[in-house]
């Protein structure tokens, strides 16, 4: 068994350049590789203020659960509202971006292992 | 894309019968293979009262993240007071179980998926 708790974790600043004025946005490794997991890896994001995840897709599934917060994904499917207790499933190769939609945004996406610096 | 809220998932009772009588163990399922999720499933798991999930171990791992309430998590490593922010993995073949530590315990558990009927 391994624990972690949120706040130790490395929080790892990836703001779009574009938004750098208008908020931050972070993510946070929570279980994966390093810990020992086989298939898939677990991390922690946070968007505060006016910004965005870029838009962009890649070869790989996102599973997300909103922990905290109000925003939208927007995908090539159109756009939902988020709320705490909402989960979303973005297909591999699917556009889409998570958007903050006040104070912040948080949530826990779900990716297969071997994707983490690609 | 996939969206669904929380509480409009169906609640499945798993409380342990010797448990009955002193609380609540339910799981959602909020993303999986019905969903068109390839490789991994999402279950939110709600724990009220004096209870706990079954000593038990299977051949596949758990990323489990702490959403509300606090608890334990036991194994044969031990065991580690939980709250709001911690994320735990259990490794595959690894006993364990939850336990709910006053009122109420929340957590997102992940698995591989094709492990839901076994």
Known sequence: MYTTDLKKTEE???TPDKMKEKGRVTVRWL???PEGAPNFEMRYFSLTGDVATDWHSHDWEHEVFIVAGKGKCRSEDGERDLKP???VFV???EQHH???GGEKLDFICVVPRGTRNI
């Open 98 to 100: 998570f958007i903050c």
């Open 85 to 87: 207790g909402d989960a």
């Open 91 to 93: 297909a591999s190769g």
């Open 12 to 14: 790892i600043d990836i």
């Open 31 to 33: 279980l994966g590789e």
